[in-house]
């Protein structure tokens, strides 16, 4: 990998704060943003827990992809951050603490609408640190069966992502690509209000387990075979916008802002991840980036907007 351009690293101006159910516990949660200061990262704090427990929100803390990704060990864990992740993201807010009382965030409705809108009513704060951005000097990817994801080298700062979404031909939601240039505008426009979906199959099979037992088809899009059932889509691709949501939201675990494009076919958190931990392996090896986890509890920074 290497560095193209370099910018100045940002935080939120203030406290923000939300509030909703857990889509996997059912839980009633509360969610803090607070302000940190430069080369913080995001953190992860389970203010539920003993000791309130920190949990750097970085790739190489990933312990499971199965259908979410998990940061974490044993009861020191929370899951789901992919959408906040992808909030902070693709608002380009590089230092945060992020506080809740549960093993995951509120689902709200599916999307990072609801999280985009308070981190950008806390207002953005900009600091003196410099945040690099990069990109890899050759195609970098992970193909496992029919499903690949790859980051293609740019030349300049910023993001690309395309995701070509096919479930095959008997699946209830047809065959879409999506391709978004990601800055804060167009995260905000065209990525973050895209819902979490799920096939009618599998939501049954999670009930099943237990998993979503205050989930309704209102809350996210559940498509049967004639389509969403109890709900219409904000976009005619908006599953595959949502998997670019994912996307931006599991390769900011990487700590690195990149720049180049993102192509990915059929891939799901597990890819994601995984090509995020390489290119985490290619970064040490270039030695451009150094990760150490923390073991003094992060102080918040608060300010005021500018």
Known sequence: MRRIATRRQRTLGQVAA???????????????????AEDTGVVFRRVDLPGRP????????????QRRTTLGHGNEQ???????????????????????????????????????????????QPQQSIRNICTVTAPCGINTGHSS????????????VSYFLDYGLDAPLPRQVATVDVDPASFERDVAPSRTFILESE???LRAQGLGSRTTSKDLIIFGQMGPIDNALRFADEPARHKILDIIGDLALLGIELAGHVVACRSGHPLNVALGQDLWMRAGQAGGYSFRARTQPVEPVLRRAA
Do not use: Y
């Open 54 to 65: 920190e949990i750097p929100a970085h790739v190489s803390l990933v312990t499971g992809t």
């Open 78 to 124: 929370v899951s789901l951050v992919e959408h906040v992740m992808a909030s902070l993201a693709g608002l380009r807010i590089d230092n945060c603490i992020v506080e809740i009382d549960a093993p995951e965030p509120p689902g709200m409705d599916g999307s990072a609408a609801a999280f985009v809108e308070a981190l950008l009513g806390a207002g953005i």
């Open 149 to 160: 994801i790859a980051l293609h080298p740019g030349d300049k700062p910023g993001l690309r």
């Open 18 to 36: 939300v509030s909703g159910i857990g889509f996997v516990t059912g839980a009633e949660i509360q969610l803090r943003f607070l302000p940190a």
């Open 203 to 205: 939501a049954a099979h």
